[in-house]
């Protein structure tokens, strides 16, 4: 599976974005799910949301709870990640990453995209 991660810019604090990650090549079947992580300059990455392929389950990072929403488009293999009340803190590279496994939530993943830099304004 290839993925294009897209949408990242600069915006202003307590603004809004969303981030785009188009799955082409291998589908998804009855397991999997697609995630979005990011990693801020000198930090480790870290996770930050998931849905799972099928079922739609998601799962969110306590730093960005109520503020994202992760959705997906099954016809479009494509996941977003509406992400608002940005804070400077949010500012990372986001990168998303796909898993095939049955391993819910927490799965590991295998295939990853190249990141779209969000930059948060203060």
């Known amino acids: 599976v290839q993925l294009q991660a897209s949408g990242g810019g600069l915006v202003q604090s307590g603004g809004s974005l969303r981030l785009s990650c188009s799955a082409s090549?291998?589908?998804?079947?009855?397991?999997?799910?697609v995630g979005w992580f990011r990693q801020a300059p000198g930090k480790e990455r870290e996770f930050v949301a998931a849905?799972?392929?099928?079922?739609?389950?998601?799962d969110y990072a306590d730093s960005v709870k109520g503020r994202f929403t992760i959705s997906r488009d099954n016809a479009k293999k494509t996941v977003y990640l509406q992400m608002n009340s940005l804070k400077p803190e949010d500012t990372a590279v986001y990168y998303c990453?796909?898993?095939?496994?049955?391993?819910?939530?927490?799965?590991?993943?295998?295939?990853w995209g190249q990141g779209t830099l969000v930059t948060v304004s203060s």
């Open positions: 090549g291998r589908t998804f079947g009855n397991y999997g799910a």
């Open positions: 990453a796909v898993t095939y496994s049955i391993l819910w939530p927490n799965p590991p993943y295998n295939y």
């Open positions: 849905i799972t392929w099928r079922a739609g389950y998601t």
